[in-house]
């Protein structure tokens, strides 16, 4: 599902670069998706305690995807400042929000690549909790299995 979501964000954000000549709808469509991958953002930490997880024994992987993740947000926010800006009349902010749309498109695009690469490389406790109660009862751990022909009897 939240794959699902993300993809819609970056839909949104595609539409929302499309229709930057119309303010308004432009103004509309970044703003929906910021809330939306804000969302994204809460539900994770709340579900998965993934600043935990990133604390913690994690991998390259899971530290890039952080470090971007928090650099997608940051760059909302700029984003955002600039924006306002430019729509109480500040012309100058304009270059600055143009460059900081392209770093914000090129970081989104990381994120949502590596938001695959993670999800398929670490189990949730949720599908580990799955493949244990898909585990036969009498089951022994692979360490405990006898390995050879005499020793399972």
Known sequence: MLHVLSTLVVVIVAAGVMARRRPAIHLRLMTTAFLIDLGIVIYIESTRHAVERVVGPAGPLIWFHATVSTLVLLAYLG????G???LAGRA??????IALGL?????RGTNYITAFMVSST???PM???AAAEM???DARPAAAMPTRLSERE
Do not use: D, K, W, Y
Request: aromatic share 4%; charged share 20%; hydrophobic share 35%.
């Open 122 to 124: 670490s189990q949730t």
């Open 79 to 82: 984003q955002i400042t600039l």
């Open 103 to 107: 770093a914000f498109c090129v970081l």
């Open 84 to 86: 306002r800006r430019m």
């Open 127 to 129: 599908t580990q909790q």
């Open 135 to 137: 585990r036969p009862a």
């Open 92 to 97: 100058t902010s304009r270059r600055a929000h």
